[in-house]
């Protein structure tokens, strides 16, 4: 699929999130999604973040779970998991759960680049 048309929509999004206008982000990004459903994980994931502010804490779950289907590797999304559902007192997928996946994205991580820790550049 073909795009290149319809980035001009997802960048909209980006910068109505920017400026914390979250229901009309929500708005543009299902509009790309319709186009583009499986276009990038960060459409899911900025949609996520845009329904935990609008407090429907279901809908920012079912997002962030996709976008990281998608292979996000986003901490911040895996935290946002977490801090939602133990808003819902899911605390068997709460904060145990949060911790063991931050340690899998932190080793994939380390995996993936060689590197434990940032070079330092004033070394």
Aim: proline fraction near 3%; include cysteine; charge should be positive.
């Amino acid at each position: 699929m073909n795009t290149e048309p319809h980035l001009p929509i997802y960048n909209e999004a980006t910068e109505l999130f920017k400026n914390k206008e979250y229901q009309k982000t929500v708005e543009k990004l299902n509009e790309f999604l319709e186009k583009v459903p499986d276009y990038t994980s960060g459409g899911y994931q900025i949609r996520a973040f845009c329904y935990y502010h609008l407090k429907d804490t279901k809908k920012s779950i079912a997002d962030a779970d996709y976008a990281l289907k998608l292979g996000s590797t986003n901490a911040g999304l895996i935290n946002l998991r977490g801090v939602c559902k133990l808003d819902l007192k899911d605390t068997e997928g709460g904060h145990v759960k949060i911790l063991k996946e931050l340690w899998i994205w932190a080793i994939k991580a380390v995996r993936a680049t060689g590197n434990v820790l940032p070079k330092n550049d004033k070394s």
